[in-house]
Each structure stands twice: as C-alpha cells, then as structure tokens.
C-alpha cells in the first residue's frame, strides 16, 4: 500500500527548473512518510518540460533515485529512447511513459508499439501511465492483453476504478496505482497504491489515510479522504495545477516558486482567497498537512 507524490517541479521566476526548490520537495515528502516520487508526471508538467529539463529533475534527485518513478513520454520517441537510455545510469525504481496524445485516430498498433519499443530499450521495469481524459487514448488491460504486452506497472488515472482493478485482475503480477485524488482511499485499499497530485500540499493527510487503513480504522481514513476530495474541488476552482503551488507553500512553508505558462500561475487576489478557504477546512478537520 504505497503513497506516490506526482511531485510538482518548482520553477525560476525567469522559467528555469529551481533545482534548490525540487531537492527541498522532495526530501520533506519522504521525511513525511510519502513512499515514491513519480518525476515529470501531469503534476510535474511533465508534458511541458523539455527533453532536457526531464533529465535534469532526475539528476537533482539522483541521490534518492530508488524512490523515483521517471516518467519519459514525449511526441518524439527518438528522445523517449534517449531518456530512457539516460535513466540506466540512475537506480530508478521504475521508468513510465504517458501514450501518444494529441493525434487523432491513431491505430492501436501504434499505440502498442510506441510501449514496446520503449520496453525493449529499458534496462529498468517500465509502467505505463494511462491517463485517457489528457491523451485522448485509453491503454486499457484488455488492450495490452490483446497484444500481448505486460508492462511492470500501471498509473492508471481513472474516475472507474474498475478500469485500474482490471489490470490487477489481468496481469497478477503488476503493480496498479491509481492516479486520482478523489479515489485515493479506495486505491490504498483494493490496489497498489494512489499517486496523488494533492500530496504534494497535504502528505500527512495521506500517510495518516494510509496509517488509518492499516490499523483498520476506516472512519478515520474517510475523514482524511473527505478532506483531500475538498481540497482538490476548492484547487479546481482556480485551476489545480497552480494552485497547488500555493497550497504546497502554505502547508510546507518553503516556496516551490509558482508553475510555467501556459499554466499560469494564480492572481493576488486568488491566492488570498483561496488561502482563506482552505484554512477553514483544515482548521474545521483537525488534521495536520
Ligand atoms: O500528476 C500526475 O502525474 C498524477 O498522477 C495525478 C494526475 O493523474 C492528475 O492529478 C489526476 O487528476 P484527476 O483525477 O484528473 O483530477
């Protein structure tokens, strides 16, 4: 049963990868119990990162490598391969890549082989991170049963968590994590794991969620759940992605900058707002972040 932090990447006021900031991040969220790091996901804006700047996360948390999954998806797999060829060099737990996006009606050959190719170069497990709401595809257990391929893991980043408990059911020996904060709960109980965008901001409501699980206390555990489904609703009103920058300083109370266009990062007034909501609830829950 395992927490992943979908670690966002904290950026230079001039856009630059603030590799202090990332280092600082990441070592308070292990300090706190989180389990993996998952590099360069959504919430890293990995799709927004550079063939290079993907590198250089890895090798700002070089030293706790075997605590991270990097994740190497791009529209150009001559460098998904240089990524992954760059990756044999760090002990990486694990190695992910999102499918294919952007382009329409693309055959599911396809999509396969841009998987296979990828796990005939890798010297570590590779996972896939199947997130069909942002790609446009959905690279489901049936579709890699059907082509025979079986990967390592799977994020699996699905409001049906039928669709994640489908690989478990599929392939035994897979590792499944479901990737939405809403579901962390149920994923902590029937999978692997969650890898969750809000434990950035709130990792010790996760690892207590996860502590409640274990001692059997269920009702605890939803307490922690009611509170991270209302933190994530509040972050979406402003646009998650950049609020979570604000709300991870205000819980951490380190700056991890703010995000890169196009994710834009919140208004004054935003900020205000939001800090003041979300105060309210902590404050109302009696949890620590
Ligand atoms: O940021 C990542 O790489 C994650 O796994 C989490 C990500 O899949 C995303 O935060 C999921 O959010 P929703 O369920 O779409 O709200």
């Given at each position: 049963m395992e927490v992943v932090v979908p670690i966002l990447t904290p950026f230079n006021?001039?856009?630059?990868?603030?590799r202090e900031a990332l280092k600082t991040h990441a070592t308070n969220l292990l300090e706190k119990g989180i389990d993996l790091i998952f590099l360069n996901g959504t919430t890293g804006l990995g799709p927004a990162l550079s063939k290079e700047e993907k590198k250089e996360t890895l090798r700002t948390l070089s030293d706790v490598a075997d605590r991270v999954i990097f994740q190497v998806g791009e529209l150009n797999l001559n460098n998904v391969l240089e990524l992954v060829k760059f990756s044999s060099d760090y002990g990486v737990r694990a190695i992910a890549s999102y499918s294919p996006y952007?382009?329409?009606?693309?055959p599911e050959k396809w999509l396969i082989k841009y998987f296979q190719t990828i796990a005939s170069h890798s010297s570590h497990p590779v996972y896939l991170y199947n997130y069909p709401l942002a790609t446009g595809y959905d690279i489901s257990a049936e579709l890699l049963s059907k082509f025979g391929l079986e990967l390592a893991g799977v994020k699996d980043t699905n409001q049906d968590l039928a669709h994640s408990m489908k690989f478990k059911t599929t392939f035994p020996k897979m590792k499944v994590y479901n990737g939405s904060d809403t579901l962390a709960f149920y994923s902590l109980l029937s999978l692997d794991g969650t890898v969750a965008s809000m434990s950035n901001c709130l990792p010790t409501v996760f690892v207590e969620m996860k502590r409640a699980i274990s001692q059997g206390d269920v009702k605890k555990a939803l307490v922690h759940q009611r509170l991270i489904t209302s933190i994530v609703e509040l972050a979406r009103k402003y646009g998650q992605l950049g609020a979570l920058y604000v709300l991870t300083e205000m819980t951490q109370g380190y700056s991890v900058g703010r995000p890169r266009p196009p994710i834009f990062p919140l208004e004054e007034g935003e900020e205000r707002e939001l800090k003041k909501e979300v105060e309210n609830f902590i404050k109302g829950l009696g949890v620590k972040a």
């Open positions: 006021p001039d856009g630059t990868i603030n952007y382009f329409p009606r693309l």
